[in-house]
């Protein structure tokens, strides 16, 4: 079952607690996710969050750890891989 591109799911996501998530990303992206939230945000192919339900990051370029696996959403939808920041589907 695809990731539903959720409120719900946005809010559980991790990404923004994880090692990978830099700092300068999280600056960059801040006031791009929040206007997005706003708008049409289930219809929008791209997202720097929640990377499972849309594509990978346009920011985030290296692993320094990963989330994914204890993260609700990944129980929930029962996902098996990490990374998807860095790749689509998953690592
Ligand atoms: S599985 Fe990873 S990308 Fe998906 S919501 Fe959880 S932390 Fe975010
Ligand atoms: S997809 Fe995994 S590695 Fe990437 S930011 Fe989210 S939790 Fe971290």
Redesign the pocket.
């Known amino acids: 079952m695809p990731v539903e591109r959720s409120l719900e799911n946005i809010e559980k996501?991790?990404?923004?607690?994880?090692?990978?998530?830099t700092y300068h990303c999280k600056m960059k992206n801040a006031a791009e996710n929040f206007l997005q939230l706003m708008e049409d945000f289930p219809h929008q192919q791209h997202y720097e969050?929640l990377?499972?339900a849309y594509e990978p990051?346009n920011c985030?370029r290296q692993?320094?750890?990963?989330?994914?696996s204890i993260?609700e959403v990944s129980k929930k939808y029962n996902l098996r891989r990490?990374?998807?920041?860095?790749y689509a589907g998953?690592q």
């Open positions: 996501c991790l990404c923004m607690q994880c090692p990978s998530y969050k990377f499972c990051s985030l692993r320094y750890g990963c989330l994914c993260c990490q990374s998807y920041c860095l998953g």
